[in-house]
């Protein structure tokens, strides 16, 4: 298993901002995965983060407004760019150990106003 | 479009009762099944992971793989109102670069 530390826990964001969401390993993993859940519904894959490349983004989801950075093995962030009331939601990242079972951080529930 | 579907309840049990749950997934190239629980406003856990056909136990919970029918399935006995939360099944095809295919959830309600 995992300890995966994510932060913030919530926040409540003006539109046309900016957050930064951290997430933090207890130990080193090849690549991280960033979700984003709506209410009511399943996960949604963002992008995946791999160490030392630049990450490999979902169909509907663009660099520009999920930039992801990934500089080491244990510590990822994504960013929510230019944020609008349709970006609220669970944002989650994720790790796999070597059968792909899932490990999740906190979650960070954005509200933006 | 490679897709896990559950149904989305909401399932009602009474306490004491077996919770079925089921998953079906449309990949026949995936390999690793998992089941998760989350509760409202927290994060998914791994419950069970399932590789080969047939049963795998563990404690009050049971999993069960039909590949050839590609059917997953979550059998809770004994159900305790603290089960009471969404069940989400994931199948992984290890040729799709690892990433999970996630079901929508199925909606458990253990009675009192």
């Known amino acids: 298993s995992a300890v995966i530390s994510q932060k913030p826990s919530r926040d409540i964001c003006q539109r046309g901002t900016s957050l930064t969401i951290q997430c933090q390993v207890d130990?080193?993993?090849?690549?991280m995965f960033w979700y984003r859940q709506q209410p009511g519904q399943s996960l949604t894959l963002i992008a995946t983060?791999?160490?030392?490349?630049?990450?490999?983004?979902e169909s509907g989801f663009v660099i520009d407004k999920f930039p992801i950075s990934r500089p080491n093995l244990t510590f990822s962030t994504l960013t929510v760019s230019n944020m609008s009331p349709e970006d609220s939601s669970i944002y989650l990242c994720?790790?796999?150990?070597?059968?792909?079972?899932?490990?999740f951080g906190q979650g960070t529930r954005l509200t933006v106003v | 479009q490679k897709e896990v579907e559950q149904n989305s309840g909401p399932l009602s049990v009474p306490e004491g009762a077996i919770a079925s749950l089921n998953c079906t997934y449309s990949?026949?190239?995936?390999?690793?099944f998992f089941w998760y629980r989350q509760y409202s406003g927290k994060s998914p856990e791994l419950i069970m992971s399932?590789?080969s056909n047939g049963d795998k136990e563990d404690g009050r919970f049971t999993a069960q793989l039909n590949k050839a029918s590609q059917y997953v399935s979550l059998l809770i006995r004994d159900s305790q109102p603290s089960d009471s939360a969404t069940y989400l099944c994931?199948?992984?095809?290890?040729?799709?670069?690892?990433?999970?295919?996630w079901g929508l959830g199925t909606s458990l309600a253990v009675n009192p």
């Open positions: 990949d026949r190239g995936s390999q690793s």
């Open positions: 399932i590789y």
């Open positions: 983060a791999n160490q030392g490349s630049e990450a490999t983004y």
């Open positions: 130990s080193q993993v090849t690549m």
């Open positions: 994931a199948a992984s095809n290890a040729g799709n670069n690892r990433k999970l295919i």
């Open positions: 994720s790790v796999q150990t070597g059968d792909t079972e899932a490990f």
